[in-house]
């Protein structure tokens, strides 16, 4: 799901005039992890933690990238789709931009419609952040940023640390970890990976042809303002259905312009909503390539890039409508307002863990 974001102009002018590190000095590069075979690479940046490309072989050995991103850092500063980003404070959409907690209320920007989304304007997606280590090759490679969000940031409460581990092990696996420790008041945290995958590789094409399989058999319908009604209804019967493996798009309503396509919470299956565990399947018949995503939340956001048109990316891409497809999870959209959703509120002291493992092959 994206989401558009705008950056205050004096913010953009002293990025520019920095040429690519802010007023204290913290320089916004790329940085790459590679297997000791060199068939399997990723590269990420420290603007928005975000994972800008991930490079793995088709059944030939055919090498691919397959996320979507830009080539440069003003680009992704630019960008409005939240490629690759790490999203937060609080991912997805929070109703009327509000909430209470503890009995006080709090107001958010509001930059979707009256809602807020992806943690608002300046969100975790769209700020510096530290890289705290980086080891690039050996067995597993990887590399830890770091962001101290401040009591008040975007509206939240409470100071909050943050880390965000990329890392590559053998075969071929990237796990993602996203841990946050609430340091001053309870609040709100749902981070989340907003990377577009296309199997085919990046601006290849789109992805209704790419089968999907999602261990959700319930999902949040959503109201007009794409919020959450509170109902969590079964997928069984409507197009939302991917327990069984099909094509991203047998069923799905396809729009050209926008307003077609998913971007719909799945409550994930499992008793325990916080145990590891697959989420998704999804392979492209024609490369072969294959990747499962395993995670330890309770939801997982399917997104079909709808809103995704003209968008100038890496090596001279251009993407398109449903040019990839997102699987993000996360918390429940809007779960600071539904007592009834698995929570999203971290008290100080205690520490919230988001861990994916994204599992590749070809075949
Ligand atoms: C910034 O974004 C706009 C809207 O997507 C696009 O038209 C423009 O080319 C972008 N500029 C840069 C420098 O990427
Ligand atoms: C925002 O809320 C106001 C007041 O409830 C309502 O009149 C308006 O239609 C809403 N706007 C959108 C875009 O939903």
Redesign the pocket.
């Known amino acids: 799901m994206a989401g558009a974001a705008v950056l205050p102009i004096a913010f953009l002018l002293c990025l520019a005039l920095a040429g690519g590190a802010d007023a204290a000095g913290k320089a916004v590069g790329f940085y790459e992890l590679k297997n000791k075979k060199g068939d399997f690479s990723i590269k990420v940046t420290n603007w928005g933690a975000a994972l800008v490309s991930v490079v793995v072989p088709d059944c030939k050995g055919n090498l691919d990238d397959v996320v979507l991103g830009y080539d440069t850092v003003a680009a992704y500063v630019n960008g409005s789709g939240s490629f690759g980003a790490t999203v937060g404070r609080v991912a997805n959409r929070i109703a009327?931009s509000r909430f209470v907690l503890d009995g006080k209320a709090y107001r958010l920007f509001r930059n979707d419609?009256?809602n807020s989304i992806h943690g608002g304007h300046r969100g975790f997606g769209k700020v510096i952040w530290t890289v705290k280590e980086y080891v690039r090759d050996g067995d597993s490679p990887y590399i830890t940023f770091f962001y101290h969000s401040f009591d008040g940031e975007q509206g939240f409460p409470g100071d909050l640390d943050v880390y965000v581990t990329y890392q590559l092990s053998s075969p071929y696996v990237l796990s993602i970890r996203m841990h946050a420790t609430a340091l001053s008041k309870a609040t709100p945290v749902n981070l989340a990976n907003h990377a577009y995958w296309n199997l085919g590789g990046h601006g290849s094409g789109d992805v209704l042809k790419h089968e999907l399989q999602l261990l959700a058999s319930r999902y949040t319908p959503l109201d007009k303002?794409k919020i959450p009604t509170g109902q969590i209804a079964a997928v069984s019967g409507t197009m939302y259905d991917f327990l069984a493996p099909k094509p991203v798009g047998k069923h799905m309503e396809i729009v050209p312009g926008g307003g077609g396509g998913y971007d719909i919470n799945y409550a994930v299956d499992g008793e325990d909503q916080y145990a590891m565990r697959r989420v998704a399947r999804v392979r492209d018949p024609a490369s072969g390539r294959a990747m499962e995503v395993w995670a330890n939340q309770p939801g997982v956001q399917l997104y079909t890039s709808n809103w995704v048109i003209n968008e100038k990316g890496k090596a001279g891409k251009v993407y398109q409508q449903y040019g990839a497809l997102c699987l993000e999870t996360q918390a429940y959209p809007d779960a600071v307002n539904h007592p009834e959703f698995p929570s999203s509120i971290v008290r100080p002291g205690q520490a919230y863990k988001h861990d994916m493992e994204i599992k590749f092959s070809a075949h």
């Open positions: 009327n419609g009256n303002s």
